[in-house]
C-alpha cells in the first residue's frame, strides 16, 4: 500500500489549496478514505472522510462549509479542496486508509496559511 500526498504549500487567509492523495497497491474502489492533519506541538485529528463510493463524506466542525473531499476511483486519488483558509488551519496533512485492519498513511504534505 502506498499513499502520496501533494499540494500543500504557503497560501494567504482566505485563499484556496488542493490537496491530492494518490493511492496505488489495494483495490481503491472498495476502501474508504479520510484526510487528517496535525498541527505544531497538537495531536493528529480527523478532517474528512469519504466513503469507497464516494456516496458518503464527514467533515469536523471547524472544516465544515469549507472543505470538500472528493475521490476519482479511475485515478485511483482522494482530493481535498480547501477554501477560505484560516492561520489555524496550518498544519501537516495526511492521507490515511485501513486495509485488513492495517493503518496505512502518507508521508504528509505541509500546509501553512499565513500572510
Known amino acids: 500500500v502506498q499513499l502520496v500526498e501533494s499540494g500543500g504549500g504557503l497560501v494567504q487567509p482566505g485563499g484556496s489549496l488542493r490537496l491530492s492523495c494518490a493511492a496505488s497497491g489495494f483495490t481503491f474502489t472498495n476502501a474508504g478514505m479520510s484526510w487528517y492533519r496535525q498541527a505544531p506541538g497538537k495531536g493528529r485529528e480527523l478532517v474528512a472522510r469519504i466513503t469507497s463510493s464516494g456516496g458518503s463524506t464527514n467533515y469536523a466542525d471547524s472544516v465544515k462549509g469549507r472543505f470538500t473531499i472528493s475521490r476519482d476511483n479511475v485515478k485511483n486519488t482522494v482530493y481535498l479542496q480547501m477554501n477560505s483558509l484560516k492561520p489555524e488551519d496550518t498544519a501537516v496533512y495526511y492521507c490515511?486508509?485501513?486495509?485488513?485492519?492495517?493503518?496505512?498513511w502518507g508521508q504528509g504534505t505541509q500546509v501553512t496559511v499565513s500572510s
Open positions: 490515511k486508509t485501513v486495509r485488513a485492519f492495517i493503518t496505512y
